[in-house]
């Protein structure tokens, strides 16, 4: 009786581990650490949750985005996101081009949304486009 535990215990573990693996490697927290150390672009997202705020790996800097919720003429979605970067000295280098390569890629997932910088990246973006 005593070895059949021992067989069953081993296997519940193996099983467990086997499925801590598969959950560790699919987490979409890891993949962005990941982007963000080797300086890819990354987006985290969870789009069914409207409280909780995407996160944007590019080119060695971290950017968060808060979205509100509004109305549209039919329904109600994010119509404002605001942008900032979590360490504004990661910003060295990143060019108007880069912004607005983030901003199609944040308007693919939402469409009729209003994207506002923060600042200092709001200054760059309002500084080049008025000359």
Same mark, same amino acid.
């Given at each position: 009786?005593?070895?059949? !535990?021992?067989?069953?215990?081993?296997?519940?573990? /193996?099983?467990?581990? &086997?499925?801590? @693996?598969?959950?560790?490697? *699919?987490?979409?927290?890891?993949?962005?650490?990941?982007?963000?150390?080797?300086?890819?672009?990354?987006?985290?997202?969870?789009?069914?949750?409207?409280?909780?705020?995407?996160?944007?790996?590019?080119?060695?800097?971290?950017?968060?985005?808060?979205?509100? !919720?509004?109305?549209?003429?039919?329904?109600?979605? /994010?119509?404002?996101? &605001?942008?900032? @970067?979590?360490?504004?000295? *990661?910003?060295?280098?990143?060019?108007?081009?880069?912004?607005?390569?983030?901003?199609?890629?944040?308007?693919?997932?939402?469409?009729?949304?209003?994207?506002?910088?923060?600042?200092?990246?709001?200054?760059?973006?309002?500084?080049?486009?008025?000359?």
């Amino acid at each position: 009786m005593l070895p059949l !535990l021992i067989r069953l215990a081993v296997i519940a573990l /193996i099983i467990y581990v &086997f499925y801590k @693996a598969i959950r560790y490697i *699919t987490d979409p927290k890891r993949k962005l650490d990941e982007a963000y150390e080797k300086n890819q672009y990354y987006f985290y997202d969870d789009v069914k949750n409207v409280r909780k705020n995407f996160f944007i790996s590019y080119k060695g800097a971290l950017f968060e985005g808060e979205k509100y !919720l509004g109305t549209t003429e039919d329904a109600f979605e /994010i119509v404002t996101i &605001f942008i900032g @970067a979590r360490d504004a000295a *990661t910003l060295q280098g990143l060019t108007k081009n880069d912004f607005e390569y983030l901003q199609q890629e944040i308007l693919t997932s939402y469409p009729n949304a209003k994207i506002n910088w923060k600042q200092p990246i709001e200054q760059l973006m309002r500084d080049t486009s008025s000359n």
